[in-house]
């Protein structure tokens, strides 16, 4: 069972930086696939990125190269540190772990297969 709770959102101009957090409670989350979702008003949640218990990562194209997911299990925290945000990056951001203990969740962008999520972090760019 796995706790999330996010947080390091907040408002930015284009061009800015935030880095959120998320710390999670549970003594499976060593062992869980880990990514990062985003829902603005009116359009659908999108995959961010995600991060497999390897270190694997993926990205959305719409964030490869701005965006870097990476999990410190040690202390439990999965980060997403966000450079030159811009406009369209405005959403609710959302932590989330996988079900089971996987590697790596298949068709993660989906949001299917990850059980476990927090109730998000405003990032607001302008």
């Known amino acids: 069972h796995v706790q999330l709770v996010e947080s390091g959102g907040g408002s930015v101009q284009a061009g800015g930086s935030l880095r959120l957090s998320c710390a999670a409670s549970?003594?499976?989350?060593?062992?869980?696939?880990m990514a990062w979702f985003r829902q603005a008003p009116g359009k659908e949640r999108e995959g961010v990125a995600a991060?497999?218990?390897?270190?694997?990562?993926n990205y959305a194209d719409s964030v490869k190269g701005r965006f870097t997911i990476s999990r410190d299990n040690t202390e439990k925290t999965l980060y997403l540190e966000m450079n030159d945000l811009k406009p369209e990056d405005t959403a609710m951001y959302y932590c989330?772990?996988?079900?089971?203990?996987?590697?790596?969740?298949?068709?993660?962008?989906?949001?299917?297969?990850?059980?476990?999520w927090g109730h998000g972090t405003q990032v607001t760019v302008s």
């Open positions: 989330a772990a996988s079900s089971y203990q996987l590697e790596w969740q298949t068709r993660w962008r989906t949001g299917a297969g990850f059980g476990y």
């Open positions: 549970g003594r499976t989350y060593g062992r869980n696939c």
């Open positions: 991060i497999g218990t390897s270190g694997m990562t």
